[in-house]
């Protein structure tokens, strides 16, 4: 059971440059979303997704794109990297109103670092 | 806005000493209110939760008790063991619009043997 799969695990990138991380999960989960993992700051959300074809703004969504074309995968664009955006990112997805049940599946996390 | 706070860290205990991390939270309306864990080298997993006031939740001799009067989710934990080591989130539930969880900054325990 694979869960929440984030790809990839580790990347290094130039001021400027465009990458995208990749997030899948197996579980028909209909909520995704992205967060960004500072030390002392938490986790903050970038943007988040209700289900196929419906994205939103988080806390944080500037540099960020996303899309959802299909119910399992949610991938995070960043189009001109900037060093702020160094950090650990985790995608997330929920069975049903995280509102209600809290629970959130997390994936292991992409460690960013923009140079 | 929603916000939680959390006693910052690390804590660092002995192992089977009594652990208490500190949690109080500001927010309109009803929050839920949880703890996530998460272990060295993986994503954040649900440890326990509590959707009104006076419910505690328990879970793997983790308790919390949500506390309306003192808007606070202190987790406790009677004896801590070594496998206990990890960072520990308290987070809270927006009800309405955006569905999302509100996290604290963390908490990181170390249990030495």
């Known amino acids: 059971n694979a869960g929440v799969t984030q790809t990839p695990k580790f990347q290094v990138l130039k001021t400027g440059q465009s990458m995208t991380l990749q997030c899948a999960q197996d579980m028909n989960h209909e909520y995704m979303s992205w967060y960004r993992q500072d030390p002392g700051m938490g986790l903050r959300l970038i943007h988040y997704s209700v289900g196929a074809g419906i994205t939103d703004q988080g806390e944080v969504p500037n540099g960020y794109n996303v899309s959802r074309s299909t119910t399992e995968d949610f991938p995070l664009r960043l189009l001109s990297a900037a060093p702020s955006q160094t950090s650990v990112y985790f995608c997330a997805s929920s069975y049903g109103s995280v509102a209600n049940t809290g629970e959130l599946f997390f994936g292991e996390g992409s460690r960013l670092t923009v140079l | 806005g929603n916000s939680v706070t959390q006693m910052e860290g690390p804590v660092t205990l002995s192992e089977e000493a009594f652990l208490t991390i500190n949690c109080t939270y500001t927010a309109t309306g009803y929050p839920s209110l949880f703890w996530y864990v998460q272990y060295p080298g993986e994503g954040l997993q649900l440890l326990l939760k509590?959707?009104?006031?006076?419910d505690k939740g328990s879970n793997k001799g983790f308790e919390a008790t949500y506390r309306k009067e003192t808007t606070s989710f202190h987790l406790e934990k009677g004896s801590v063991q070594v496998s206990d080591s990890a960072v520990y989130f308290c987070?809270?539930?927006?009800?309405?619009?955006?569905?999302?969880?509100?996290f604290g900054s963390g908490t990181r325990l170390q249990v030495q043997p």
């Open positions: 509590a959707t009104k006031a006076d």
């Open positions: 987070a809270l539930s927006e009800n309405t619009g955006r569905r999302a969880l509100t």
